[in-house]
């Protein structure tokens, strides 16, 4: 009758180390999808912030080609009105 209780005691115990590992597993696993979800995310908003700056740098660029080229018309313009025209 000891020997059976021992027994018995023995299968609890394996059944409850097992149900801890497994409820060990299962959080490591949440745990490294919620990382990989945050690392995805914070990506996204690097790349998105990379997109937006050279979006605006060449915006920025466009405008001074613009203003560039103002410049050129400008001076010729005055050009030919000193030249008489």
Do not use: C, H, P
Not at 10 to 24: A, V
Not at 28 to 43: M, P, S, T, V
């Amino acid at each position: 009758m000891a020997e059976q209780k021992k027994i018995e005691a023995r299968i609890i115990e394996d059944k409850r180390i097992k149900d801890e590992e497994q409820r060990i597993k299962d959080w490591e696993n949440k745990f490294d999808k919620e990382q990989i979800k945050k690392e995805e995310e914070l990506i996204k908003k690097f790349n998105d912030r990379l997109i937006k700056e050279k979006e605006e740098a060449q915006k920025v660029v466009q405008f001074k080609k613009e203003e560039s080229i103002e410049k050129i018309i400008e001076d010729e313009t005055k050009k030919e009105e000193n030249e008489g025209y």
